[in-house]
């Protein structure tokens, strides 16, 4: 049972990302009035179908919210934060990355303050850990690189802001998220774009081990904490608990898609610094948010195949660099 | 025993600071090569006997260090990171306090890689913990205030750093320090100088518990902890162990000078977010680093009576405004 955001005015930052146009469809879905920020450049095209139904207000995050953008944000009885920069963790320029996901968090924690938001909850990152399995909220943050560090800092800085001046935060911590609008260049997609069109894989050995949640779970999720009295303050992992390995994902998809495709497993090399494990512990959102995933690997890839399959010409046209 | 950094090029950022200049002292008597990082309008005041036995190089922490000042940190044994802006904890423009404290910081710790330091030492806060009694280094960062969680953030970006790229980085996290040079606003100064001018002195209650650390025996955690292998990569806290109350603090400090000036205890009202408790486990430095506090609290504060009668009339005046 989802709980009741219905006539919600709800804003999403990073509204036209892959999990951030998922959570806007589950709001609406919900009955909640949604408020997306988005750069100003930002591509809408996984909002296409549901842009009449928001408002998008274009941003760029960083210092210097204009006071119309802080209407929104005000106005809000939730803020979902999900905009940052550096997300394929390829991004050098640590000053923009600062700037934007650390500043950007402050000048809306700021915001929802001055104006009176009922809630904020910040999208945060399974690799503010670092790397481990079965990882608990209580886990001190060890991240890898600058991207991961950044999110950690924004996350400490957000409770920080909540512990000082009573603002109402909350975390969530995806774990591996996959589904419907996933970029290309991700695992996921590209090996059911590749599966589809019956074209070989290269990839690498695959022993990486990932705790996979689906898109779908994650936005539950995510509704379900704008509700919940409970996790005010908190931070809570979603993720399943289950460590499933590249490889035998891989092998799943060929399976569920009937593809005759061939996995070049090992014709990549590891990277420099391959991340071995990263699967969380989800006791905690189950207890405080009664949250559990719905769907086993085999579910969630099923319901991503399907997506892929009926989707029309102009999504298909995002991924077919890889067809 | 002190390690030996006799012939190490270091290099402090803050070193006109209360702590900075005690430590540049520790490293001179140590005979290292020292070289100053501070503002351009930084007060030397502190560093005035020292000045002509190191080299000041005036630097604006932020973004774009310059490759002069990049020189001088690269070809460095040793960088021990103490510029922070804000350390007063009224600071109120985020976006400087992020700049100088996170910025400051990512730009030191790539110069410190591109130009072949050998190891940087950071210096955090017990801050980072929030509050709480006998807090280990595995405690979650539970900042209570935006310079703590940006004091928080850099450690995040140091280590990370330290992670991704191989560099050297150690955090010494001291508690509450006091000694010669204490910025004349602080407990222990306003109490000493109203203790030594017979005037008398408004307090709170006092029921604040903190870790006092003397900050000599803080100086010889940082000279150990440059030359010690086993703490590469580490944070270890520096404190006591033992939590001493404001109103203990005061009276001792009466005591010791034999001053006659009467103690107002509750004229002044706690902060609205007053912090109680804040002490430290010191078990980890003890363990790596062989560090354990030589000094007492009675000797700490007999040591820095010594200092204020003994100080010239140039260092006086800076404390003027309080006798």
Redesign the interface.
């Known amino acids: 049972m989802m709980s009741s955001v219905k006539g919600y005015r709800t804003v999403v930052t990073g509204a036209n990302g892959f999990i951030g146009s998922n959570l806007v469809r589950a709001l609406l879905e919900s009955e909640a009035e949604v408020i997306c920020l988005t750069r100003p450049e930002a591509d809408l095209w996984r909002l296409a179908d549901v842009q009449k139904d928001v408002r998008i207000v274009t941003h760029d995050f960083g210092?210097g919210m204009p006071d119309s953008t802080k209407r929104y944000v005000g106005g809000a009885d939730l803020i979902y934060h999900l905009a940052a920069a550096g997300v394929d963790q390829t991004f050098l320029d640590?000053?923009s990355m600062?700037n934007t996901n650390?500043?950007g968090t402050?000048e809306l924690l700021?915001a929802a303050l001055q104006w009176d938001a009922r809630r904020l909850i910040y999208c945060g990152s399974c690799f503010e850990y670092?790397s481990g399995n079965t990882l608990s909220e209580?886990?001190?943050?060890?991240?890898?690189?600058?991207y991961?560090?950044?999110k950690?800092?924004a996350w400490?800085?957000a409770?920080?802001?909540a512990?000082?001046h009573g603002l109402d935060v909350v975390s969530l911590r995806p774990f591996t998220v996959y589904g419907p609008f996933e970029g290309s260049s991700r695992l996921i997609p590209q090996t059911i774009s590749k599966a589809l069109n019956g074209s070989s894989i290269p990839l690498t050995q695959g022993e990486q081990e990932r705790d996979f949640v689906y898109v779908d779970d994650l936005t539950e999720a995510f509704v379900r904490a704008g509700t919940n009295d409970k996790v005010a303050g908190e931070t809570l992992n979603i993720c399943t608990g289950i460590a499933t390995s590249v490889h035998d994902m891989v092998a799943k998809i060929l399976q569920l898609s009937g593809s005759e495709s061939e996995p070049l497993f090992g014709s990549l090399a590891y990277r420099e610094?391959e991340l071995w494990n990263l699967s969380g512990n989800p006791d905690k959102a189950k207890r405080l948010l009664g949250w559990i995933p719905s769907r086993s690997v085999d579910q969630g890839i099923q319901e991503t195949l399907s997506w892929f399959a009926d989707s029309p010409d102009e999504i298909k046209l995002h991924y077919s660099g890889d067809y």
């Open positions: 210092y640590s000053r600062i650390i500043g402050v700021t670092g209580d886990a001190i943050p060890r991240p890898l690189n600058q991961a560090a950044s950690s800092a400490i800085f409770h920080a802001f512990r000082q610094s």
